[in-house]
């Protein structure tokens, strides 16, 4: 079975225009504009690094496994403003993912969970490998283990 991956973040321009978007807007959109106080902390989701300290986010309700499954979901997840969408090459494993304790959690052609396992992110490229050398598996997300946001979607390569 081939395990070749890549990572897939999320486009930017999906996000853009709630920057233009005034505070009382976006808590309307149960978001908010944040200010990041400490580094690492804020995973953007567009970018796949972790925001500098200084930088404004928005952190936002997003419905990211968007399927009709009983493991249809919906999490927050923030985005950097002005980031640029990452593009990860084959087998690439950004930096943002090395020092966070990821669930891994992979899905069938149905969006069925069929295996999940909670990884140090050292050891991340093992375990997305691992989970591809099973037929069933079509795609993976990676969460954080601890908070349990959605980082990003893993896709055969």
């Known amino acids: 079975m081939n395990s070749s991956f890549q990572l897939l973040a999320m486009p930017y321009e999906r996000f853009e225009p709630l920057f233009t978007l005034g505070d009382e807007e976006l808590r309307a959109m149960d978001a908010r504009r944040?200010?990041?106080?400490?580094?690492?902390?804020?995973?953007?989701?567009?970018?796949?690094?972790?925001?500098?300290?200084?930088?404004?986010?928005?952190?936002?309700?997003?419905?990211?496994?968007?399927?009709?499954?009983p493991f249809r979901e919906t999490g927050p997840i923030y985005v950097?403003?002005?980031?640029?969408?990452?593009?990860?090459?084959?087998?690439?494993?950004?930096?943002?993912?090395?020092?966070?304790?990821?669930?891994?959690r992979g899905y069938d052609q149905s969006a069925m969970l069929v295996n999940a396992e909670v990884v140090k992110?050292?050891?991340?490229?093992?375990?997305i490998r691992q989970m591809f050398d099973e037929e069933d598996v079509s795609y993976l997300h990676i969460h954080n283990a601890g908070q349990g946001c959605f980082l990003c979607r893993v896709v055969r390569a």
Do not use: Q, W
Not at 36 to 47: A, F, I, L, N, Q
Not at 80 to 104: K, Q, W, Y
């Open 34 to 69: 944040m200010v990041v106080d400490d580094k690492p902390g804020v995973p953007c989701r567009v970018s796949l690094v972790d925001a500098e300290v200084g930088e404004t986010v928005i952190l936002l309700p997003f419905a990211y496994h968007d399927v009709s499954s």
């Open 80 to 104: 950097r403003n002005g980031a640029t969408t990452a593009d990860p090459g084959i087998g690439e494993i950004p930096t943002m993912f090395e020092h966070r304790l990821l669930s891994v």
């Open 121 to 127: 992110g050292v050891d991340l490229e093992g375990v």
